[in-house]
């Protein structure tokens, strides 16, 4: 054997004693889920079979949608429900993929109605979130699905052109592959569990105040933000064009929609009322009904510069119109046969 | 790109296959030259031109150096070079310190001229890389060294990646002969080198990140917190500072050692000193010695009357404070050791130096030693030559903690946002009094007291040669093993070196 090739041989054996260890490290110590998404994680565990319907989004949803309001009209309306707001602040796709599969690992038993918040998928980080935020979700199949993105956003890309793409969606894929492997090498992992300080979270805060989920934003923007949102406002229903979801994120929706099917749920998406117009709408035939608030024609009352804080969400009187809305419609869609 | 990222392994990874599979030295010096360049540029690419332009002027200086022996333009010639250097460092480091300070005085003056700061960008490294340079013309012109022929070794010299943003602060005559000789893969201690390698990760990455945001939330608002919690951050930032700077000389030298080139070594457990020109032989050495031999020499050194050589230590040292930045508190910081080496100098004139400390005491800021050469052959001998560390005796103990606490006092200024957050820092760690009700937890001085007895450990090099017993294949299994668990201990975000500020 030559010198090369023998450390070479080292090379390999330190490769795989680095990976071996980081995998059965991986297996028995618990990940690291963030703070915000631990406090809501760890409260829905403790009362799951306590809900029926559930709402997983982002922002838009945390803050603009209340399940004491919601409980109130679907009671009202002969169809009682027990909400948890599962609204994340920037939880987009895929990430709320993942924080949908740890919910279903607590196997509620109640659970009817599962309302997802219906974007495409995200291949950008929200640096303000920080590292731990980026890193906890993570794992091979949301990465993967990143990655997919990354390099064929239409779907419709051969073989040749995603090669093309590597070097234009470079930075994305450096990101995510670099996340992937901060998640399965256990950066910081015991870091957490000795300093448990760091985690403390403020679950009433995260909870709201009536522990189901839902907290309000703010204020209503001022008249020189009202005027600017306007502007855009009308651009974009000037602009508005159907757009259907990217591949990627429609072939999850379906993935989940039937593993809700499975447990007795049903999956029902939602827009929220953003300043996005454009139609949202699934490739083929939608995996389950679609409720698209992103229509500034069909709902003014949503996008009246008095009820918005800023392009994606309301204050308390446009949360509780916005949860009327929703309520209303899913109590006439939930009767259609 | 931090040495401590995952994309820094990948990096690194490329540039070391790459460059061991060249043959020709001029190649490899190339391709370690654009890597090196990419390395920077991988932090701001448009600050690329200053070291391009640093290394091209000093090429020509050098030249122009070689060509002359009449002592005006050789001193021409070397004004040049210094005034390009430091005026780079002055521009971007200094222009708004000045700018405030004088504005400041003025307006102490009943004056109140119209001076605008403005938004500089401080490019990572600045420092070192220009004084890389300056080593260079400044031992060309003292014909010390012979100028280089090859721009490329130069620039090579200048832009070495692993040394370029953070040090060591490595001097042409060590680093130019061994870019002369082909390097060869079987003279290279990769064992001690990765050893080195995790060593300094583990100080930088799980320790000094670990501690960095207890002492960011004390040193953000001092007067919010008790005098326990005073203790608790200086001694934190201590080891911080310690840890983060002589971790990223320990890959830096470990990163160079894999290509086959040695870098000086640049901590000698500093906190066991026992005094505090001791302390000066142990911390940060190639600073030290770059300044004593291109400042404190030209100043004049310690030929001449005892005011003369206090002077001389004082300039020395409030210049070395403000080589850190930009601000009153590296000055002071600066100040505050030059007052302790004069204080020490005068006391070990006139008193008998205590016996225990002159078996620990290292040769002084003064007098020539020789902490800066390269550490000789490989990282099995970074050690060597280093008496013992550690009081045995009464009065050793004493002089160590009289020692210890100065520079602890003194990193109160070094790590304070501006004076006015110093002063509350100081009054609980000197007087114990504190209005502030906030504790970061005075029970965390253990980690102090277990980091300090592991730094002892190693300082005895309990764990210096254990790791050369097992055959390669265990060594490489059981360094797989370790990393993997070293990455468990560390924070999930990465803190930029402290020192690339510098």
Redesign the interface.
Known sequence: MT?VS??G???V??????????GL?HSL?PP?IPKGVAAKLKFFAGHKDEFDTLLVGTSSIYYSVSPEIFDRITRENGLPTRTFNFGIDAMHPPENFYVLDQILKTQPRNLKWVFLETANIETKLHKVL???RA?YWHDWPRTALTLRKALNPRGDANWVIQISRLWLARRDL?THL?LF??RF????????I??PQ?REVDADLELGPRRDGYRLAGNAMTPEDAASFQKRLDEEIAHARPKPLDPAADGVYRSYATRLREIGAVPLFVVPPLIFQSPVSFGQSSPGPLFPFNDARTYPMLFDPKVRIDDAHLTREGAEEFTRLLAQEFVRRARQP | MLFVEFRFFWFFLAVFAVYWSLRENRTRKIWLLACSYFFYACWNWKFLFLIVASSALDYFVGAMLARTDDPGKRRGWLILSLTANLGTIAFFKYYNFFVTSAAALLAWLGLHPSLHTLNIIIPVGVSFYTFHSMSYTIDVYRRKLEPVRSPIDLACFIGFFPQMVAGPIVRASQFLPQLRSVRRFADVDARGALVLFLTGFIKKACIADALAPFVDRYFDAPWNFTAGSAWVAVLFYAIQIYCDFSGYTDMAIATAALLGYQLPVNFRFPYFAANISDFWHRWHISLSTWLRDYLYIALGGNRGPAWFVYRNIMITMLLGGLWHGGAWTFVIWGGLHGLALVVHRAWSGKRKTLPEAREMEGRALSRPYDAGAVAPGSMRDATAGVPPVGPRTFAGWLAWLVTIYWVCFAWIFFRAIDLPHAVPALRSFVFLSSGGSEDLGVWMLWIVAALGFVHWLNSRATFSTWWRRPSAPVFAAGYGCAFAIVLLFIPPHYAPFIYFQF
């Open positions: 010198k023998k450390n041989l080292y090379v054996i330190a490769l795989a004693a680095f990976l071996a260890t980081s490290i110590v690291i920080g590292t731990e890193v450096a670099t492997a901060q090498c256990n950066v910081g992992r015991a870091t957490e000795l300093f760091n």
